[in-house]
């Protein structure tokens, strides 16, 4: 028997909720105790600003009494000649505000299921809200590592020196067991999700082993996602509609071998790729490292303000992205991350990687090229016309916007229209 509410039960708790009864006579109906009942209300109850028929949300104490006039801006959609209290700003715009909290939240049944003439801040318990959030919870523990970014640099710092001295993960496991405070297991996940410095190839026997079964994709550890979601995104960028957009991926070859980093400015098309002999986070935060050197300060925050990427282990470390080395030092880039199995929120970038197969089709390897090959791959593509940016160039674009000399320092050259490749044969050797 699960123990898990299942969705016909979560109805009867709404069904339960609205005819007013009690904890313990919901629990009788769906045979669960009534602290269980308890407990997934003042879960899975969310709030929400709504007022009831004729009267918008208003949740100023003085609401009732309030008699001022006029105070709305001139943008306000739905001025009152009574009375402002009665408009749907009033509460932002007003110099007398003070809220009044409800107490129902505060008492059992925490919620406002039922009809009210109540203008406040309301709770609802809605049984397909509440499953969705659960079914998402329960796919969240299931998912990732359970250490954050700290913890596995932490971890790395102890392993990587003995791994590359040639002692096996065994012999340091049982040699630094109370320093490590994780498993061996955990250990041989943490090097095969590449969130180590090390890898397979560096363990002298494990490569010898086929693998036994396809190990499921570590995903991003969910700690680094904290304030850095795709609704935290969309809410920055609420708040800062005019901040350009960057966008990160990455461009798998073969299995273990090497892997391309992408960098796509979205408002000029402008992509940068960068050849990383492994999909690691370490890779990632030293290319980003030395196009802040490349670029200085002042370029950089001016270019990549945000940065938007999907859940791959590779960007794990967002704090290192942000800040660099120094944790301490001055914030040079905000890092958000996509909702995951949600390409489409970073579609720019993901249809500009079509450009990047039709030289490199998917599944050759990256193994045979060098920076200089993909960085002649991204000139050819970054010279082609685009009809979105009134038939220039990316790099006519991005060298409108910025200048000629960040692409010179960045070591981008056009190519003339009638020498454009975007076929294999640009980078057979």
């Given at each position: 028997m ?19 009864l009690?904890?313990g006579?919901?629990?009788?109906v769906?045979?669960?105790?009534r602290?269980?009942?308890a407990?997934?209300?003042r879960?899975?109850s969310?709030e929400q600003?709504?007022?009831y028929s004729c009267?918008?949300y208003?949740?100023?104490k003085y609401r ?6 006029n ?6 959609t739905?001025?009152s ?6 408009c749907?700003?009033c509460n932002t715009?007003?110099?007398n505000f003070?809220e009044?909290?409800c ?5 059992p049944?925490?919620v406002?299921n039922q009809l009210n ?7 609802f ?5 509440a499953?969705?959030?659960c ?7 299931r998912s ?8 596995l640099?932490?971890i790395n710092?102890?392993?990587?020196p003995?791994?590359?001295?040639g002692?096996s993960?065994?012999?340091i ?13 955990t250990l041989?996940?943490y090097?095969?999700?590449c969130?180590?410095?090390v890898r397979?190839i560096d363990l002298?026997?494990k ?6 079964y396809?190990?499921p994709e570590f995903k991003?550890?969910?700690?680094c996602?904290n304030g850095?979601?795709f ?9 800062n509609p ?7 991926d990455?461009?798998i070859?073969?299995?273990g071998?090497?892997v391309?980093?992408?960098v796509h ?5 402008f992509?940068l790729?960068f050849l990383?002999?492994a999909n ?6 030293e290319?980003w490292d030395e196009?802040?050197?490349?670029l200085g300060k002042e370029?950089f925050e001016n270019?990549?303000?945000v940065i938007?990427?999907d859940?791959?282990?590779e960007f ?8 660099g080395p120094?944790?301490h ?5 905000h890092?958000?991350?996509?909702d995951p ?5 970073k579609g720019?970038i993901e249809v500009?990687h ?5 030289i490199?089709?998917?599944?050759k390897s990256?193994?045979?090229?060098t920076q200089?090959?993909i960085t002649?791959?991204?000139?050819h593509i ?6 979105k940016?009134?038939?220039r ?6 060298s ?23 076929k294999?044969?640009l980078l057979?050797?």
């Open positions: 699960s123990k898990f509410l299942t969705y016909d039960e979560r109805l009867e708790i709404q069904k339960g909720l609205k005819e007013q009690s904890f006579k919901i629990a009788s769906i045979g669960k105790d602290t269980t009942v407990k997934e209300i879960k899975y969310f600003k709504t007022g009267y918008p208003n949740a100023c009732k009494t309030c008699n001022r006039k105070i709305c801006p001139l943008e306000c739905r001025q000649k009574y009375k402002c209290s009665l749907t700003m715009i007003c110099d003070e009044e909290v107490t129902t939240k505060l008492k049944p925490y406002c003439q109540c203008t406040l801040k309301k709770m318990y809605h049984a397909e809200e499953h969705l959030r079914q998402e919870n329960i796919s969240e523990c990732g590592i359970l250490s954050n970014e700290l913890e640099a932490r710092a102890i392993v990587t003995l791994v590359r001295n002692q993960i065994h012999q496991y049982e040699s630094r067991r109370d320093e490590l405070m994780c498993s061996e297991k041989y996940n090097i095969d999700a969130l180590l410095d397979n002298p026997r490569v010898k082993y086929r693998p036994r396809k190990k991003v550890d969910r700690a996602r850095r979601t609704k935290d995104y969309q809410a920055f960028m609420e708040a005019h901040t350009n957009i960057v966008q990160m990455s461009v070859g073969t299995p071998g090497k391309l980093l992408t400015f979205v408002n000029t098309s992509m790729a990383r002999e690691t986070a370490r890779s990632v935060t290319i196009l802040y050197h490349t370029t270019l990549v303000p938007l990427t859940n791959g282990s794990s470390n967002p704090k290192a992205i942000e800040f120094d944790e030092a001055r914030r040079r880039t890092l958000f991350y996509c199995g949600s390409p489409y929120q720019s500009n079509e450009l990047i197969r039709r490199v089709p998917k599944g990256f193994d045979g090229f200089r090959d002649l791959m991204m000139n970054n010279s082609y016309k685009r009809k940016l009134n038939n160039s990316p790099y006519d674009a991005f409108f916007y910025y200048g000629e000399e960040i692409l010179q320092r960045l070591g981008c050259r056009p190519v003339p229209a009638e020498n454009i490749i975007l294999p044969r057979k050797k």
